[in-house]
């Protein structure tokens, strides 16, 4: 080896070690202080041991003009932000069609550089490993915690408002071309959340505060001085739907961050059934009585494989992936428990979103339905019911994938027609429980307005109860699912405990 060889190689080993937490033990010491992980711990979690191909390690901020060149490799390593390439999952997951290999491209913030901010060299890392994942196909997973823009950058000269990046439009051109997994633990604000919200699946720790401005942005705005745990935090994030699921720390985060890219990924080879009697026993005699739709899911897909979407937004509507005998499925189920199951504005928002990204990515999807309806009155208009409850009929018209439907028990008027991905005739094998009770709307309103001249007649309350629970037990007859599936109306009614081999069946 040459002298000349041997200076470039002690040269880039301290180089490179300049980027390691070794080096940065101040910065890291902070991380652990607060119970956070270092940039550099997360990719290794990510990793779970598999090589890391990165990119750009050597990188720093644009301010060589106004400080030490030596100190900025420390200080602004990486330009705060790890970007690379590693295989995940590959221990377990089969690969289906649309992946060649479990290469996954990861953008990794690291907040003890800058507070995270995003500045010159930091865009182009990211512009850069946003292209290669789309030459090559891979999804991504982006850890998002930081401040947002960066105006220290002192050595671009010759751009002005910096309103020429294109990593936000690089980022949301990705949509529906590989899966993009976000998430965020501490402070994300502005360039870092318009990025974590634009994600297909959205991950946050309880720890997090997450807003389009952070304190600075708004203070200049001259719209109030805030401390940043006052701006979006956790709670409000997953009630009002930016926060797919709340994950406990990083770790917990980065797990279900692996567990939802696997949905995307292909087959998990260890997977085991719900015992036979799983589904025995839940719904209560009394139809009008709630139960518990979770514990359906659980007793139809594989052991502990569902993982909820949304689980604090739209609660009216139940969603996640989940598998059957390993393969990937999305579920969309009724939430009895909250509005009776009626489908309202927030819950169809959600619902729109999660079927579209099932069909961008080809999976298909089983719905679970007891729903009286869409949620009706003057309040719900005001959110824009007419505009967003009629989305659900364009997304489901316009589904690609396999699409297989279980009555539960209701399935009336307008919602469950959208619960079955337009109407009871769009599911590829539409099926009920003998529980099962369909018409145009809900049996009571029906019994009222379809009647109101004959109940309007009985003066006496007892005769007129009496007259009404008359005509409601004949609406029942003629819309239980025995008698549907006579006219054909649906495919065929089966036991509750058949209910996960005749989906599989259905969609194998």
């Not at 090589?51 to 990188?59: D, N, P, V």
């Not at 290669?132 to 751009?159: F, V």
């Not at 985060?253 to 085991?272: D, P, R, V």
Request: glycine share 10%; with cysteine; charged share 20%.
């Amino acid at each position: 080896m040459t002298k000349n060889t041997e200076q470039a190689l002690t040269e880039l080993e301290s180089r490179l070690a300049n980027t390691q937490d070794s080096a940065r033990s101040t910065q890291a010491a902070k991380r652990h202080a607060k119970g956070f992980n270092t940039a550099r711990e997360n990719v290794s979690k990510l990793c779970s041991g598999n090589f890391f191909r990165e990119y750009g390690q050597l990188a720093v901020a644009a301010q060589r003009q106004r400080r030490d060149y030596a100190e900025l490799q420390t200080e602004t390593a990486a330009d705060g932000v790890i970007t690379g390439i590693a295989p995940i999952n590959d221990g377990h997951i089969t690969l289906g069609a649309r992946f060649t290999s479990h290469d996954t491209a990861l953008i990794v913030n690291d907040y003890s550089v800058l507070a995270g901010t995003q500045g010159y060299f930091h865009h182009l890392k990211l512009d850069r490993m946003i292209e290669i994942a789309l030459k090559k196909r891979l999804p991504i997973i982006m850890l998002t915690e930081g401040g947002g823009g960066r105006p220290g950058d002192t050595d671009i000269s010759t751009i002005n408002s910096g309103l020429q990046c294109t990593t936000f439009s690089r980022w949301a051109g990705l949509i529906g071309k590989v899966p993009r997994i976000a998430v965020n633990n501490g402070y994300c604000f502005a360039g870092n959340a318009a990025l974590f919200g634009a994600a297909d699946i959205t991950i946050a720790t309880t720890s997090s505060f997450i807003g389009m401005a952070g304190p600075a942005m708004i203070e200049g705005g001259g719209l109030g001085k805030f401390s940043p745990t006052d701006i979006g935090p956790i709670d409000m994030q997953a009630k009002n739907g930016v926060v797919d699921i709340v994950a406990q720390d990083e770790n917990h985060a980065i797990e279900i961050a692996k567990t939802c890219l696997s949905f995307f990924q292909g087959h998990n080879t260890n997977w085991s059934a719900p015992e036979d009697d799983a589904l025995d026993g839940i719904l209560p005699d009394d139809r009008r009585f709630v139960y518990d739709m979770h514990k359906i899911i659980s007793g139809i897909v594989d052991v502990d494989s569902f993982i909820e979407i949304g689980k604090q937004y739209g609660t009216a509507i139940i969603q996640g992936f989940a598998r059957l005998e390993g393969k990937p499925i999305g579920v969309i189920a009724s939430n009895c428990k909250m509005l009776g199951g009626a489908i309202d504005v927030d819950a169809a928002k959600k619902l729109n979103r999660f079927m579209k990204l099932c069909d961008q990515f080809s999976i298909p999807i089983i719905s679970l339905c007891d729903t009286p309806g869409f949620m009706v009155g003057p309040e719900h208009e005001k959110n824009g019911a007419v505009r967003y409850l009629s989305e659900l009929f364009a997304t489901g018209a316009n589904l690609s994938v396999d699409f297989v439907a279980v009555a539960i028990r209701k399935c009336y008027g307008l919602g469950a027609q959208a619960m079955l991905s337009g109407s009871i005739s769009s599911p590829s094998y539409m099926v009920s429980w003998p529980t099962g009770e369909f018409g145009a709307m809900g049996l009571e309103g029906a019994i009222k307005l379809g009647f109101k001249k004959e109940l309007e007649k009985q003066t006496d309350p007892v005769m007129r109860q009496a007259l009404f629970d008359k005509l409601l037990a004949e609406q029942y007859q003629k819309g239980r699912a025995l008698e549907v599936a006579t006219v054909l109306e649906i495919d065929a009614v089966i036991e509750p405990r058949d209910s996960r081999k005749i989906l599989l069946a259905a969609l194998n």
